[in-house]
Nanobody, 117 residues
Framework: QVQLVESGGGLVQAGGSLRLSCAAS???????MGWYRQAPEKQRELVAT???????NYADSVKGRFTISRDNTKNTVYLQMNSLKPEDTAVYYC????????????WGQGTQVTVSS
């Protein structure tokens, strides 16, 4: 059974930083990986994606503050979040939206990020 497991969430003050990790149970080499988030009473939204070739895409709201990266040797995707704002508070999910392989379409269980003002 393929799995994506997020970690690194927590409570941080505005202006602080967190680094999220997403560990996959299988190879991510041929998989586009992404981070999504869902705030209370809001729809899940894209935060960032990274292709197999390393091309990155960000939501306008996080550009310049968040950085997505991947380590194919560790089957892990990261989200470095700097200059956090209260509006970044959400459950953050790892997802494999594209590519091919058994991880395709998988979602993690989510990790809570709370930013206090």
């Amino acid at each position: 059974q393929v799995q994506l497991v997020e970690s690194g969430g927590g409570l941080v003050q505005a202006g602080g930083s967190l680094r999220l990790s997403c560990a996959a149970s299988g190879s991510i080499f041929r998989v586009i990986m992404g981070w999504y988030r869902q705030a209370p009473e809001k729809q899940r939204e894209l935060v960032a994606t990274i292709t197999t070739g390393g091309s990155k895409n960000y939501a306008d709201s996080v550009k310049g503050r968040f950085t997505i990266s991947r380590d194919n040797t560790k089957n892990t995707v990261y989200l470095q979040m700097n200059s956090l704002k209260p509006e970044d508070t959400a459950v953050y999910y790892c997802h494999a939206p594209g590519g091919w392989g058994p991880l395709l379409g998988s979602w993690g269980q989510g990790t809570q990020v709370t930013v206090s003002s």
